[in-house]
């Protein structure tokens, strides 16, 4: 939204693709179990780390009001794939007396990254540009894809608290 309201757009474009953004984040939600058990939840994340690489790109070719939906739209559901996937990935190396407490340190881990990143992404942008923190984001995503790749060929070990 910030970013949008510095381009000049009113509330409702900017509340317009919001509204899009967050029902690509959690919509597919119904159906991202299913796709990670059919095709295998690395390959999904993979999936959700190129669509994220392309809101990059995309909000990297220009700053229409459609720029910024597409790229919205395509973050939200990479958001959902790459969240899902590593929620999974997360809970699967831990036995049941166990899950509970890891997914619980997991989402405080998270979600208070979350809130450090919602307080400063407006300093964040005022200080570098929009532009620079979509381009910062490509080599990060792609470090991501390499950590993936790397743990999707690692022979499955048995949980540490079996």
């Known amino acids: 939204p910030l970013a949008m309201q510095v381009c000049g757009y009113g509330f409702n474009q900017i509340a317009w693709v919001i509204e899009w953004h967050v029902l690509a984040m959690f919509a597919p939600g119904f159906v991202t179990g299913k796709l990670n058990d059919r095709f295998g939840v ?18 990297l070719l220009g700053n229409s ?43 405080a881990v998270v ?10 992404s407006g300093v964040l942008v005022a200080s570098y540009g929009y532009a620079l923190m979509n381009a910062v984001a490509i080599p990060l995503l792609l470090w991501a894809m390499w950590v993936l790749w790397r743990h999707s060929r690692l022979p499955h070990a048995a949980p540490p608290f079996a």
Not at 66 to 83: D, E, P, R, Y
Not at 111 to 120: A, I
């Open 111 to 120: 979600f208070g990254t979350l809130v450090c990143s919602s307080l400063s």
């Open 42 to 59: 690395q390959r999904v994340m993979f999936a959700g780390i190129v669509l994220c690489i392309t809101a990059a790109v995309v909000n």
């Open 65 to 107: 009001v459609w720029h910024f939906w597409l790229a919205l739209l395509v973050l939200g559901l990479g958001w959902n794939w790459l969240f899902t996937g590593a929620t999974t990935l997360l809970t699967s190396t831990y036995t049941a007396p166990h899950k509970a407490r890891v997914q619980g340190i997991n989402d």
